[in-house]
């Protein structure tokens, strides 16, 4: 199964890393509109905002992880919510013409 099919098929991204950069695999995962429960490490809490795409949780944090997944199960609402926050972030966010125009922007001021 490829990633675009695995996300398709999936309620939530869960990603309890121990170490990451600026994580792709969030920002895929926030593109294809899936709340996320997700590690406090590297650049992850810059692009998660807890409690509202995602819960952000402590490394190594059992009892955390589960109740952010416990949450996002139980509460469709919310997945719905936090989903439509994630696509609207990336479209606002991260795609390549936002990206490059702030990089433009960043050269012109320096």
Known sequence: MD???AFERASIFALPSYSEGFSRATLEAMAAGLPLV???V???PDIV????NGFVV???DVAQLQAGLDKLLGDP?????MSAAN???????FLAECVSSRL????RSV
């Open 77 to 81: 609402a919310l997945r719905a919510k």
């Open 87 to 93: 696509r609207k972030r990336c479209e606002e966010e």
């Open 49 to 52: 905002d807890d409690g509202v």
């Open 58 to 60: 402590d490394p190594g």
């Open 3 to 5: 990633k675009l099919a």
């Open 42 to 44: 590297g650049a992850v």
């Open 104 to 107: 433009v922007e960043t050269i």
């Open 38 to 40: 997700v590690t406090r």
